[in-house]
């Protein structure tokens, strides 16, 4: 849920209590409550089932989905501010969810689609809206270390082998995630067309897959920044044990103290934590980091307009998070005349990305169990479900945007080069 609107209610409740709706029938408190939640919302198909039986069908509703609230200041909670609050309740216990909760998020995000009172008007304060923390320096070292320094064990759990935190991409659509995710980077590779020799720069490394599979396919030098202390020293301690240590450099620093020259950069899964007020000051990195002739790659979670993300979502899992429009984006490169030479959408790709995450997540409860709370486990089965239902919806994109100096005539005739086979011997 992720639109800022909708944590009012267009009639004050004490205005409609006691009012009889178009067939004579007044309305009792309860039903009141759950009819301005829904209103809220957009008006969902969704069955309500409140703490003492009484089921609330929505009108013509025929979805399965539906929800189960367990008492009436969980139900005056959700009406208030629904946006923060489903969230918080349904990570509590005091709401369960019936169809399925990827079933559920989705019923919710295509109404809020569909709904005249969720206009597709861009809002161009959408990233300071709900905002607990901004991005500066101290800001965004605080943000990453809320969701990323939690602890390397229990990303290990359900990501790849090579704990890839970002968009896979599937050749097949039967592909096993580490095949999509050695497919992902080796498809970044060849959009930045990486030549044994040359230099590259990554702002935000993860935990600096990409940078190994760069030395070790293409031959290249990396030098690689992350904020994350925990993902840091997992990345060096792969490099030593990889053999890449002259190959692969991993700095624990943030993105606006890179300094050098490079052949490429390249920055997948950081811009989402950058924020727009920061956008010229990464163009501006950018346009002193690369040579000539260089070419970049930015990949990140996007929106098609822009609108602020959930409240819940910026206070328990992303601080300071916002996925940008393609027009918001330009403002990393037209002040310096960047040429954008590709822009791919992989959306879908990102669906089966997060539908394996939650798979894997589930299957591994138990352990999940000996290292967090029962609220952990459902906050984060929510974050996740939530994901995949976006994806679908279409709520939010994929984009990998490819882009050079515009005096750069080096660049391909046609796609060929996205074509060829994965990996590099």
């Known amino acids: 849920m992720n639109d800022p609107k909708a944590n009012t209610f267009a009639v004050p409740f004490h205005k409609l209590a006691g009012r009889a709706n178009n067939r004579g029938r007044v309305y009792g408190t309860d039903t009141l409550m759950v009819h301005t939640f829904l209103h809220a919302i957009g008006n969902p198909s969704l069955r309500i089932v409140l703490w003492d039986g009484k089921i609330l069908p929505a009108p013509g509703a025929n979805s399965t989905a539906g929800m189960v609230i367990h008492d009436r200041s969980t139900l005056w909670r959700l009406m208030t501010n629904p946006l923060l609050h489903f969230g918080d309740e349904y990570s509590a216990g005091r709401i369960e969810i019936e169809g399925g909760l990827v079933q559920f998020m989705e019923t919710v995000y295509r109404s809020m689609e569909k709904s005249p009172k969720f206009r597709r008007i861009s809002d161009p304060e959408a990233y300071r809206r709900h905002q607990p923390g901004l991005n500066s320096l101290t800001g965004s070292r605080r943000n990453i270390h809320h969701h990323y320094d939690i602890g390397n064990e229990f990303y290990q759990l359900w990501l790849d082998a090579e704990m890839l935190y970002t968009c896979a991409y599937f050749p097949e659509p039967d592909d096993s995630l580490d095949v999509a995710q050695i497919a992902k980077m080796d498809l970044i590779c060849r959009k930045l067309r990486l030549q044994p020799g040359q230099t590259v720069v990554e702002a935000g490394c993860g935990w600096g897959a990409l940078a190994r599979y760069m030395a070790k396919q293409y031959g290249v030098k990396v030098r690689a920044y992350n904020i994350s202390h925990e993902q840091i020293n997992y990345a060096r301690q792969r490099a030593r044990d990889e053999g890449l240590e002259g190959q692969v450099e991993y700095v624990e620093d943030d993105y ?118 029962e609220v952990f486990i459902r906050a984060w089965r929510l974050y996740l479900s939530g994901c995949v239902a976006n994806f679908r919806v279409g709520s939010l994109q994929l984009f990998q945007v490819v882009f050079s100096r515009p005096s750069n005539n080096q660049i391909p005739w046609n796609r060929a080069h996205l074509m060829a086979p994965v990996g590099k011997s």
Request: hydrophobic share 40%; proline share 6%.
């Open 256 to 373: 606006r103290n890179i300094t050098g020259s490079y052949d490429a950069f390249v920055s997948v899964g950081m811009l989402e934590h950058v924020g727009p007020d920061h956008y010229h000051e990464l163009g501006t990195i950018i346009d002193r980091s690369l040579t000539g002739q260089g070419v970049g790659l930015i990949h990140t979670i996007g929106q098609n307009y822009a609108k602020p993300m959930s409240p819940w979502f910026l206070k328990r899992m992303f601080p300071g998070s916002y996925p940008p429009t393609l027009k918001e984006m330009m403002a990393i490169f037209e002040p310096w005349a960047f040429t954008v030479l590709d822009i791919e959408n992989l959306r879908l790709h990102y669906v089966k990305t997060c539908e394996h995450w939650l798979e894997r997540f589930e299957q591994n409860l138990n352990k999940v169990r000996e290292m967090f709370d």
